[in-house]
C-alpha cells in the first residue's frame, strides 16, 4: 500500500474503506423466506462518488510537509424486490421513487412488455377458438347430411 501521506495514499486509502463498506450483498439484498414458501430478495441501487487533493509544501528542512485530505459518499437506495413463490415463479416488485422521466420509462419496459405479450397470446387464443369452432360447425353440418 501506498504512503497515506501524498494525495494518491489517500485517494487508495479511501477506496479501501468504500470497498469494505459496499459488497455485492449491499445491492441483491439476503434472501428473506416468509410463510407459505415465499423468497424475498431487496434490490438496491448503490452510488457513491470520491475526492481527494493534497499538496507539498517546499520545505527549507528534510522534513516533507504535506497537506491533504479524502472523503467518499455512498448513497444505497432500495429501487426493487425479487419474489418468489414456492413453484418457483419470479416477480418483480419495483418501487417507485424516480429521479427523472427517462428512469420511469426505462422502469415500465418490463411491464409493457407483459402486456403486449398478454394482446398476443390473447389474440393467438381468439384465433384458435374461432377456427375450433369453425371446424365444429362444418363437422355439425356433415354429420347432419
Not at 434472501?31 to 448503490?46: A, F, N
Not at 424516480?98 to 411491464?111: C, G, I, Q, T
Not at 365444429?136 to 353440418?141: D, L, Q
Amino acid at each position: 500500500m501506498k504512503e497515506k501521506s501524498s494525495a494518491a495514499g489517500i485517494l487508495e486509502s479511501t477506496i479501501e474503506k468504500v470497498k469494505d463498506l459496499v459488497n455485492v450483498s449491499t445491492i441483491i439484498g439476503e434472501p428473506i423466506s416468509v410463510d407459505g414458501g415465499v423468497t424475498i430478495i431487496p434490490v438496491s441501487k448503490v452510488t457513491y462518488g470520491f475526492a481527494s487533493g493534497g499538496s507539498d509544501f517546499p520545505s527549507k528542512s528534510n522534513q516533507d510537509i504535506f497537506g491533504g485530505g479524502g472523503g467518499a459518499g455512498v448513497t444505497i437506495t432500495p429501487v426493487a424486490f425479487l419474489v418468489i413463490d414456492k413453484m418457483g415463479n419470479v416477480d418483480i416488485k419495483h418501487i417507485t421513487a424516480f429521479d427523472n422521466a427517462a428512469e420511469r420509462m426505462v422502469s415500465l419496459v418490463p411491464e409493457m412488455f407483459d402486456k403486449v405479450n398478454v394482446a398476443i397470446n390473447k389474440a393467438k387464443m381468439d384465433k384458435a377458438f374461432n377456427n375450433a369452432v369453425a371446424d365444429i360447425a362444418v363437422t355439425a353440418e356433415e354429420c347432419a347430411e
